[in-house]
């Protein structure tokens, strides 16, 4: 049961309206999605009061639940067809993860800190989203369960992971913010030979994707 008021639907459909009408998002899937899932429930106690400003927050573990129009303007450049595969790297709070599964996706995710992992895994089913979720190092992908018909990196990337690419179907796309100090959103889509045809779309800031695994707050 998801616990809200009208103050919060209220406040989400006006994040909503200015996602649309003053930032540019125009998928309409998309921002249904942003208009449903309740992001006041991903906040840290104490934050869920900034939950519909389009602003990111910490999360615990130095990391942060992304700006919703960074989760939107991600998602809408995935082009998610119900049924789609999707392949996420950075968990965090499980609200980019929740978003996809609404757009019709079906949600592998990767994340590397022990305790977001922990915690996601056991909220996310609580608000009835069930993507498969793992603790590991997002670089090496999960080739497990793939191909994917898409890849979504949520942390800024220094460069597109070998393994990843290989476990994109071709004619999928992959999508990350490519850059160390700051990123610039990038989709690159695989061709029938396994070259990438690489679009970029501006100016974002990211916490880092980082290496390996960790277990410390
Ligand atoms: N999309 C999420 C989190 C964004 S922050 C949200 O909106 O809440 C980026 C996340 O990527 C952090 O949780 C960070 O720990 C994780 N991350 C960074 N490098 C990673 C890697 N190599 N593998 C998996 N997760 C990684």
Do not use: W
């Not at 921002?31 to 910490?58: S, W």
């Not at 079906?106 to 800190?113: D, G, N």
């Amino acid at each position: 049961m998801i616990h809200e008021s009208f103050k919060e639907k209220g406040q989400r459909q006006q994040l909503v309206n200015s996602l649309a009408n003053e930032k540019g998002i125009t998928d309409k899937n998309v921002l249904d999605a942003i208009n449903t899932v309740p992001r006041h429930l991903f906040m840290l106690k104490g934050l869920e009061h900034f939950a519909y400003i389009d602003k990111a927050y910490q999360i615990g573990s130095g990391q942060t639940i992304s700006q919703p129009y960074t989760v939107a303007f991600q998602t809408q450049l995935l082009e998610i067809k119900k049924g789609d595969k999707v392949l996420e790297i950075g968990t965090g709070s499980g609200y980019q993860t929740a978003i996809l599964i609404e757009v019709g996706a079906k949600v592998f995710t990767i994340e590397r800190q022990k305790d977001l992992y922990t915690k996601t895994k056991s909220f996310l089913p609580k608000l009835g989203y069930n993507p498969q979720m793992f603790f590991g190092d997002g670089y090496a992908g999960k080739p497990t369960y793939g191909p994917y018909d898409k890849i979504l990196i949520t942390a800024g990337a220094p460069e597109i992971p070998e393994a990843l690419i290989e476990q994109l179907k071709p004619g999928g796309c992959i999508v990350v913010p490519l850059g160390v100090d700051s990123q610039i959103m990038t989709r690159a889509t695989k061709q029938p030979d396994g070259s990438l045809l690489t679009e970029t779309f501006g100016n974002f800031a990211f916490v880092p994707m980082l290496k390996g695994t960790a277990n410390d707050l």
